[in-house]
C-alpha cells in the first residue's frame, strides 16, 4: 500500500510539474507582442495595408500598415504597436487561365514587422511603419500555382476594375520566409507546403479595393487592403527548459533509493 500511495504521490508531483510548465509556455512574449500557439491557428495577424498601385511589369508595389489583431484579439501588444512595410515587383501581367480576368505574378517579395513603443502610425507618413526595432524579416517563397501555370513569391487577381487603374478590386495569396528579427527564431518553423516540396514560414492572403472616393496618398497609395499573415510558432527557449525541469524532476522522483531498513 505504502508503495502505491508514493507512485501517486511521484506521479501527481510530476504532472504538477508538467502543467506548470505547460501554462508557462502557453503565451509567447517577444518585445511586447504576446500570442498563444494554442490557438486554432497557433499565430495570425490580421492587418490594415496601405499600398501603391502597378500597372506594368517591372513595377514594384509598395505598402505599409499595421496589425490590428493577432488570432483575432486585440491585445496582442499593450503598450506597443507591430506595423510593417513591403515591397514586390511585377514580373508577368496576364489572363493566364483563361477566366478573362488579369493575374499578375509578383517576384522580389519583402516584409519586415517593426514593434514601436509609440502608436504614431499613420498611413499618409511610410516613417511611422519602420519606425520601431526589427520584430521579423521575411522574404518572399517562389510556389507554383497549378491552375495558372505560373511560378512567383505572391500571385493576384483582379477581380473588377481594369488592371493599372484606381478602380481596381482583387485579391492576392503568397508565401514568405523568415530571414531576422528578433522574432525570427519562434517562427522558423517550415510548416506551410509549397509545389515544390520546400516548406515556407508563412502564408499570406489579402484582399484589396481602391481608397473609398478614390484618389491617393501624397506617396502614392491608392489602394487600401485587408491582409492575413499566418504561421506555427515555436515555444520560448524558457518555456521550453521550464516543461524540461518538469520532467526531470518528475524522472528524478521515480529515481528516488529506497529507504534502508
Not at 214 to 242: D, V
Amino acid at each position: 500500500m505504502t508503495k502505491i500511495k508514493n507512485l501517486f504521490k511521484v506521479a501527481g508531483v510530476g504532472i504538477a510539474l508538467t502543467m506548470a510548465a505547460q501554462a508557462q509556455a502557453s503565451v509567447i512574449n517577444v518585445g511586447g507582442v504576446t500570442w498563444d500557439p494554442d490557438s486554432l491557428i497557433d499565430f495570425a495577424a490580421q492587418s490594415v495595408i496601405y499600398e501603391t498601385n502597378v500597372s506594368a511589369v517591372g513595377d514594384v508595389l509598395r505598402g505599409i500598415g499595421k496589425v490590428s489583431s493577432v488570432n483575432g484579439g486585440f491585445s496582442f501588444c499593450g503598450g506597443c504597436e507591430l506595423t510593417f512595410e513591403f515591397s514586390y515587383t511585377v514580373t508577368e501581367v496576364g489572363n493566364f487561365d483563361g477566366n478573362l480576368l488579369t493575374d499578375v505574378i509578383f517576384n522580389n517579395g519583402s516584409l519586415n514587422f517593426y514593434v514601436d513603443n509609440s502608436a504614431n502610425f499613420d498611413f499618409q507618413n511610410s516613417a511611422t511603419a519602420s519606425d520601431g526595432v526589427l520584430w521579423l524579416a521575411l522574404d518572399g517563397h517562389a510556389n507554383y500555382d497549378a491552375n495558372l501555370n505560373k511560378t512567383g513569391d505572391l500571385i493576384s487577381e483582379v477581380t473588377s476594375g481594369t488592371f493599372g487603374m484606381n478602380n481596381t478590386f482583387g485579391s492576392g495569396t503568397g508565401l514568405f520566409d523568415v530571414i531576422g528579427g528578433m522574432a525570427a527564431g519562434n517562427f522558423d518553423t517550415n510548416t506551410k507546403a509549397d509545389f515544390y516540396g520546400n516548406p515556407a514560414d508563412f502564408l499570406f492572403t489579402s484582399s484589396f479595393q481602391p481608397f473609398p472616393g478614390g484618389g491617393s496618398t501624397a506617396e502614392g497609395f491608392s489602394l487600401i487592403s485587408t491582409g492575413e499573415l499566418s504561421g506555427n510558432s515555436i515555444p520560448e527557449p524558457g518555456s521550453l527548459a521550464l516543461f524540461g525541469l518538469g520532467m526531470m524532476g518528475l524522472a528524478s522522483l521515480r529515481r528516488k533509493p529506497k529507504a534502508q531498513a
